[in-house]
């Protein structure tokens, strides 16, 4: 499992990538499980690849070293030691037949797995995770999504303890054994790669429903847990009914299966898997229900439901021939499921949602030592580049294709890709070419997105002439160095825009619409606008059109113009935004400099506008009256200084807070309502508008909110509201009210391990000092299991991540935390251990005295011995 530094692993290139050497017909697998080992007997009819122009190329099987080999045979006869060799992770069998089948039977022992990679045990249940290579830690295979075949899969253990066995595909099969053991088999009939390989065994009950397609298949539909969640499956079901229609009517796509399946496993590393009619879902991902679940986790729920599901066809159906091509389905599946969500609720707050995460996440690794272009050129774990770069970057390259071509050109293009490739893994270049050849564009400079890591900027400045009418746009791109690539060639840059008059009405462009996208594709270029009777306001870059950093220099008024005019609901949010960043920004140079802290009325009349604006959705308008984060500010400084953001943001939430209190309160007052619980959009907003106007209540410290709060948090009949108060209170200088309400609510919900995560989470956030105490406290907690990924989640990456100034504590000490978490988990779970890394590879971006703490402890983390892969890259390139 484990490489040392010395023995360096090897770096893998696109450019290096190569035909299999056998292509597979099918796969037949069976399953012995037990309480301290499976046995896994594998039967693959393998055929030359008549591609491969070598024709004594050999077999090459990828296998974990942990895999326990106690067979291996060709066509019945059993092959001695000498007529293969084990290497590393591979399996080489050279002067074989052009075809045959061979039969493996190896050991594992699931119940050791703490890697939660192949098959493992999650709460008693064996469950597997194969993408990206989990595979090889099953049997010895051609673990590469470009060999794909049909699977067959026979599951056999204890009736008892598993009563529920499950694989891909159609149950075909079952029966009993003498011993108390069963046994069911399934068969896939649609060729997939091993890595969309499951399987499922364990004490389950589940929900169904049923679904007929468009074109009147009928499927059922089945969502396991375990007996305790059975309660919390209804709203996951109702998204994944709505995901399916969804995708007839935008996309054309109908399921393809009789059945599909759903389990909610409680140990999972990521947020859930496609597994071809077998999805795995972290139950963080899937369980929803008003008492225990917040708005913000129904919506991550039906996203989620919504993104597995759409991988069927993108991804499933059409997949990735290497794992270069990562962004193939995960660009593309996130752009699904974004506009997914954004059909089922407030199109501009998914947007801001989405955009808020890239610009400040995205853009940081963009510009950090782990840059990589959304298909990257090497890597050497390919866990580490689920990354933000290949998810949310990828699906905003797809989303550019969209508004390129436009929606119809953009249907008949994944019209045309899915026709093309059914069936076939394949590459990014393919799916633009679909696109290419709908639409007649030629793509090549479209296509350096996917080669070109960094984030650009354009910046942009607007000239007008009275005398002729004329108003002209002027741009320039850039974009900077990135590892391993110092130049960048001009990107394609759509750049969606439209001209404001002194009304604040759009101005009819010449093209008779009033927003118009713009295509910026060389260093500096200028657009003229013919016939614009007075000086207008651009609003630039509306949606979001493409994941740049775009400067214009508006002035404050300008500003609060567009946030009161723009007709683009996106474009009003960020006005807002960038009139808080800049009136923050210049507080945190004053704070810097010793001067005093004064707050631009600018900033509370604007706010005062929006209040009193009825037009605006309430989301909308909760989204507007939240601050920057510290992680958005953080990201737009040169140095990041940590005391400075934390302190200016504070300030200037208490200065909001009691210079509109009146305001927020009757906000407060005019959105409680006595109406029952429910998850629509119009309640979602109401309460996110509400806990919102309560937060700012609670920022002027005054005793009587304090009242508010235990109110709220005493009469709630949902956990939004519940958790908002409790969040709030926790946070709150009551320090006696934040330890008796913690201690309620984790007696409530001690038994919902999902609650207890949040409970976890709102501790592990809490600024107040000593917090690395109270953090090392909860580790021993009966409440935190170090095993399980959700909890380290909730508790240490949360504290490392939203607690700025515990973490980056001066004396060294959240440094040195993190890095004690890691050197145990590179051993333990080397995924979660390389993720955690994230907040200690920015090191350069802080000050020197931080920088060389964080430096340290990289360093450490090198010296302590064994590193996986995982954490050897993630390590080796934030210290190069
Ligand atoms: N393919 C999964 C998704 O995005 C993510 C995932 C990757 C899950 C690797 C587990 C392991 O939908
Ligand atoms: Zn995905």
Known sequence: MSQSVTEQPSVIYLKDYQTPAFLVESTALRFELEEEQALVRSQVQYTRNPDSADRLRPLILDGHESLELHRLSIDGEVLNEQDYRRQGEQLIISELPDSFVLECVTRIEPQNNTALEGLYKSDGMFCTQCEAEGFRRITFYQDRPDVMAVFETTVVADKQSYPVLLSNGNNVDSGEEDDGRHWVRWQDPFPKPAYLFALVAGNLEFIEDQYTTASGRDVVLRIFAEAKDLDKLDHAMLSLKRSMQWDEQVYGREYDLDIFMVVAVDFFNMGAMENKGLNIFNTSCVLAHPETTVDTGFQRVEGVVGHEYFHNWSGNRVTCRDWFQLSLKEGFTVFRDAEFSADMNSRTVKRIEDVTLLRTAQFAEDSGPMA?????????????????TVYEKGAEIVRMLHTLLGEHKFRQGSDLYFKRHDGQAVTTDDFVQAMADVSGRDMTRFKLWYSQAGTPRVAVSGEYDA???????????????????ETKQPFLIPVAMGLLDQHGRDITLASGNTTEVLELVSTEQSFVFENIPVEPVPSLLRG???????????????????????????????????????ILQKLITDYQQGSPLVLDNALIDAYRLVMSDVSLDKAMVAKVLSL???????????????????QVRKFVRQTLAKALESEFLSLYQSNCSGDSYSPDAASVARRSLKNLALSYLMATERTEYLALARDQFAQADNMTDSQAALSLVAHSVHEQAADELLEQFYQRWQNESLVVNQWLAIQAANTREAG??????LLTHPAYDASNPNKIRSLVAVFCAQNLPNFHNLDGSGYRFLADQIIVLNKQNPQIASRLLTPLTRWKQYSEARQSLMKAELERIGNSGDLSKDVYEVLSKSLA
């Open 372 to 388: 990589h272009a959304v298909r990257p050129a090497s890597f050497i774990e390919i866990s580490n580049f689920y990354t933000l």
């Open 467 to 485: 005398a002729s009418q004329r108003y002209t746009l002027h741009m320039r791109q850039s974009c900077s160095p990135t590892p391993e690539m």
């Open 544 to 582: 979001f059109s493409a994941p740049v950093k775009l400067s214009f220099p508006y002035d404050q008024e300008q500003l609060v113009f567009l946030m009161q005019h723009d007709s683009d609901g996106f474009n009003r949010w960020d006005a807002a935004q960038q009139l808080a960043v800049s």
């Open 628 to 646: 920057p984060s510290e992680a958005y500010l953080s990201e737009l400084s040169d140095e990041i200084d940590v005391d400075a953001i934390y």
């Open 772 to 777: 690395l105490q109270r953090v090392e406290k």
